[in-house]
């Protein structure tokens, strides 16, 4: 799991747009050495989308979402700033007594584009 700050939540509207663009790249470093990593924003899209798109769908869908995701992952790679949800992730994963990973150069073979 790659676990970041998302859009939900960001008053920044530069922050907004970057975050996704952040956990884009990072997914891709660790997919390119062949782990398949997951975001928890990007499994609730289209339910957010469906439900409306606004921050109450935002918030309502994408932690719980992410939440079981992390649960079910064999790592995290926890990137960018510090943020609750993030934080939430890791803390799940940690709980389930798998790594949390702070740059994807602590993962064996990441790449960065």
């Known amino acids: ?31 390119r050495p062949g782990h398949v990593p997951a975001v928890g924003f990007d499994l609730a899209l289209p339910v957010i989308g469906a439900a409306g798109g606004d921050h109450a769908a935002c918030e309502g869908i994408v932690m719980p979402a992410s939440l079981a995701l992390a649960g079910r992952c064999d790592a995290c790679l926890q990137i960018g700033d510090r943020s609750k949800g993030a934080d939430e992730k890791a803390e799940r994963v940690v709980a389930a007594e798998r790594p949390v990973f702070r740059g994807d150069g602590e993962i064996p073979g990441a790449v960065r584009p």
């Open 1 to 31: 799991m790659v676990a970041g700050p998302c859009r939900c939540g960001e008053a920044d509207a530069a922050k907004m747009a970057e975050n996704p663009r952040a956990l884009i790249a990072a997914d891709l470093a660790v997919r």
